[in-house]
Every structure is written in C-alpha cells, then in structure tokens.
C-alpha cells in the first residue's frame, strides 16, 4: 500500500468511501460484505475510512462503526462529516456530533469535515448564530476531533472566499478531483488554489461515480495498448497519483472487486507521463460533448440581463454529461433573475460571441433541460426529513 505524509500521520493514499456500501436486494446495507470489504482492506494496509451523517439513509455511520469496532481503535482512522449543507430551519452542531459518536462507538473522530461548503451552505457554516465552526474547533481541543476539515463542491471562487474567511483552521480540503473534471469542474484550478495555502487535497470521485471506470472500445484500447496490465478505473488512480499534493483518495467501493482492484492499484505508484497525461485528458475533452465557450466574457458586457453567460455554459456543460445534483447546486444558490430562464434572447451576445455560438438558443435549452432535473431544494427538504427522522 502507497502511504502518504500528513502532520504526524502516514495516510494510506487509498481510503475507502462508505457511501456506495453494498445492499440487499431490499435496499438495506449488506453488512456481511462490507465486514469482508472492511478485513481485505485493513489486511492490505487501507487505513482510511470515510461516511458522513447522510449516507445509506443515515445507516453507514451504524454499519460502519459496528465492523471497525471488531478492530483497535488505533489501527485505522474514520472520519465523518457534519450535514450544514442541508436545508434546515435550524443547526445543532452538538446534537449531531454526540449523534455521530454514539451511531460509530467511538469517543473521537480522527477526522471530521464541513459536509459540502458551496454557495448555499456557506452561510449557514459562517453564521455565528449557529456557531458552528467554533463548536467543532473546542471539539478539537478536547481531543474529539483529531483533525477538521471541510468537503467542497463549490465553484472556485467560493472556494476562496471560504478559505479567506476561515481557512487557517481547515487542516485538509476533500474536492471532487478526477481528470474529466479538471476542466470541466476546474478541479485543477481548486487544487492549485489549496496547494497555493498549504492545505493538503483528499480525493472524492476520482472515478465520477463509476463514469471512468469503463471507456468506449477505441479509448479503451488506446489505453490498453499503454498500460496492458492496468484496468480502466486505474488511469484515474494513476492521474491523482502524479498530483503531489493528494494525500488521499476516496473511493467508494461496492464490492470486492472495486476493492481487490483498487488495493492493487494502490500497491506502487506508478504515475503517468507526460504523454500518458495528454492522452487521458484528450479523451475527457472528447467525452464532454461541450458548447465551446472559452469564458473570454465578451458575450457578458453587453448582456441586459447581467447574465453570468460563461458561467451557465460551464454548468449547462456539465448537466449534458451527467445530469445529477451536484450540477445544479450553483444555479439554487441564484437568483430567478440570473438564471437562465431569465434570458430575453436579444441576441446581442451571439453576435459578439467569437465562437459563434448561438447563446438565446443555449440558455433556452438550458432552461428546459432544468425543467427534466429534480430541483436541489426539493433534494434537499427529502433529506432533511430524513434526517429529522433519524434524530426522533
């Protein structure tokens, strides 16, 4: 196993994300499988173990907890995350925490996250009235909390406004960090940005959710033809492998063969080359099908809206690749009058616009393609019942 410096610890590079855990026909966790996935990773020196109070419905705490409880509390580090993204009229930090302790039976979290910091939650995390961040940094002093932390899926400027505002007592940062979205997310951006302030990058998605686990026959070839002995999902590891800022890669294994797989992946860095690296990226690019904005802004001085133009194409790019939540939580945090239904489709962008696209027609579809895609607010008002349940 490939082991990484952080502050007095030696991280294993591969951890193993509880939020895809195996379940039974019936939707419940198989708890037999993830104790089988818990021993083969702990046997192949895997230390790292993350969930979040959320995940499974709020189980993969319990599961969690109960198998790493079959081993010493000091051979594996288990970090969780507190849910101030969700949509609540209220935020008790302490009665998640001693929630969280008690579901995982364990008196310490050797690392504890700000669940999602973006545009929507980031004032629910700043706001005194809620004293959040300052509960858990007293949880830290205690010895509660090893290390705190934040994960992000927030756009690189609320990236830095966040880290402005509070990033000395952010110890790592957990980003959505793979080589699709280190253009189409600007992950290469927010990853230069936190190797910029010192902070040390954890991996989420490496392989978007299973998106760049298998690639279509010609690209898949042209990697084989490189690397005959290395599976598809393991050019993704190998990406993050020559980022010298990563200190640890989440991966959130279904089944044993996820694990078996990744452990060897794991066993010995072998980062890609130079030319290895322009290929993986040339077929991201040729996998986004994206409208060709190059975000040079002309279209935006003329708009009479005050149309964010560039930036709806940046997030329309990413819904037409895969349409899921994280991709429409920037437009919630918009007002009706910023989004892209607010277009008047007068034209004068378009005809600015040196790419020659036509940008009335875009936002139209954009629109209509919003229409398909469950609101995040609902999202969000499901979770939080949810979780309101589990608190009963």
Same mark, same amino acid.
Request: with cysteine; hydrophobic share 35%.
């Given at each position: 196993?490939?082991?990484?410096?952080?502050?007095? =610890?030696?991280l294993?590079?591969?951890?193993f994300?509880?939020?895809?855990?195996?379940?039974?026909?019936?939707?419940?966790?198989?708890?037999?499988?993830?104790?089988?996935m818990?021993?083969?990773?702990?046997d @192949?020196g895997?230390?790292?173990f993350?969930t979040?109070f959320?995940y499974h419905?709020?189980?993969s705490?319990?599961?969690?907890?109960?198998?790493l409880?079959?081993y010493?509390?000091?051979?594996y580090?288990?970090?969780? /995350?507190?849910?101030?993204?969700?949509?609540?009229?209220s935020?008790?930090?302490?009665?998640?925490f001693?929630?969280?302790? /008690?579901?995982?039976? *364990?008196?310490?979290f &050797?690392f504890?996250?700000?669940?999602?910091?973006?545009? @929507?939650s980031?004032d *629910?995390?700043?706001?005194p =009235?809620w004293?959040?961040?300052?509960?858990?940094k007293?949880?830290?002093r205690?010895?509660?909390?090893?290390?705190?932390?934040?994960?992000?899926?927030?756009? !690189?400027?609320?990236?830095?406004?966040?880290? &402005?505002?509070?990033?000395?007592?952010?110890?790592?940062?957990?980003?959505?960090?793979?080589?699709?979205?280190w253009? !189409?997310?600007?992950?290469?951006?927010?990853?230069?940005?936190?190797?910029e302030?010192g902070?040390? #990058?954890? #991996?989420m998605e490496p392989?978007r959710?299973?998106k !760049?686990?298998?690639?279509?026959?010609?690209?898949?070839?042209?990697?084989k033809?490189?690397r005959?002995?290395?599976s598809?999902?393991?050019?993704?590891?190998r990406?993050?492998?020559?980022?010298?800022?990563?200190k640890m890669?989440l991966?959130?294994?279904? @089944?044993?063969?996820?694990? #078996?797989? @990744?452990? /060897?992946?794991?066993?010995?860095?072998?980062?890609?080359? #130079?030319?290895?690296?322009?290929?993986?990226l040339?077929?991201?690019?040729?996998?986004k099908?994206?409208i060709?904005?190059?975000?040079?802004?002309?279209?935006?001085?003329?708009?009479?809206?005050?149309?964010?133009?560039?930036?709806?194409?940046?997030?329309y790019?990413e819904?037409?690749?895969?349409p899921?939540?994280?991709? *429409?939580?920037?437009?919630?945090?918009?007002?009706?009058?910023?989004?892209p239904?607010a277009?008047?489709?007068?034209?004068?962008c378009?005809?600015i616009?040196?790419?020659?696209?036509?940008?009335?027609?875009?936002? /139209?579809d954009?629109?209509?393609?919003? &229409? =398909?895609i469950?609101?995040?607010?609902?999202?969000?008002?499901?979770?939080?019942?949810e979780?309101k349940k589990l608190?009963?």
């Amino acid at each position: 196993m490939i082991y990484s410096d952080f502050q007095d =610890k030696k991280l294993s590079l591969l951890g193993f994300g509880a939020m895809r855990l195996p379940t039974r026909e019936d939707g419940s966790v198989d708890e037999e499988l993830v104790r089988d996935m818990t021993k083969y990773a702990m046997d @192949n020196g895997v230390s790292y173990f993350d969930t979040a109070f959320p995940y499974h419905g709020g189980h993969s705490e319990v599961v969690m907890g109960k198998v790493l409880g079959e081993y010493p509390r000091d051979s594996y580090y288990l970090a969780t /995350k507190y849910p101030g993204h969700q949509i609540s009229s209220s935020y008790n930090p302490a009665e998640i925490f001693e929630e969280q302790l /008690k579901k995982c039976g *364990v008196a310490y979290f &050797d690392f504890y996250l700000l669940h999602n910091v973006y545009e @929507n939650s980031m004032d *629910v995390y700043l706001d005194p =009235k809620w004293g959040i961040i300052d509960y858990f940094k007293e949880q830290k002093r205690l010895g509660r909390i090893k290390h705190l932390g934040f994960s992000t899926h927030a756009k !690189l400027e609320w990236l830095e406004q966040f880290l &402005d505002a509070c990033g000395e007592d952010m110890e790592f940062c957990q980003i959505q960090l793979n080589y699709l979205d280190w253009t !189409l997310q600007d992950a290469k951006g927010k990853y230069e940005l936190l190797t910029e302030r010192g902070i040390p #990058v954890f #991996v989420m998605e490496p392989v978007r959710g299973g998106k !760049l686990a298998s690639l279509d026959a010609d690209n898949g070839a042209k990697l084989k033809r490189l690397r005959p002995d290395e599976s598809i999902p393991a050019w993704g590891f190998r990406f993050l492998q020559g980022l010298p800022n990563v200190k640890m890669v989440l991966s959130g294994m279904s @089944n044993m063969e996820q694990m #078996v797989d @990744n452990v /060897k992946t794991f066993t010995e860095e072998k980062p890609l080359s #130079v030319h290895e690296t322009d290929l993986i990226l040339e077929i991201a690019e040729g996998m986004k099908n994206s409208i060709p904005c190059t975000a040079c802004k002309y279209c935006t001085s003329g708009c009479p809206m005050g149309l964010d133009i560039p930036g709806l194409i940046a997030t329309y790019n990413e819904i037409r690749f895969a349409p899921v939540v994280n991709s *429409v939580m920037h437009l919630q945090a918009m007002s009706a009058d910023k989004q892209p239904s607010a277009c008047i489709a007068c034209g004068k962008c378009s005809q600015i616009c040196p790419q020659g696209i036509d940008i009335p027609q875009v936002m /139209k579809d954009f629109a209509e393609a919003l &229409d =398909k895609i469950p609101k995040w607010a609902d999202i969000c008002r499901q979770r939080e019942e949810e979780a309101k349940k589990l608190r009963q």
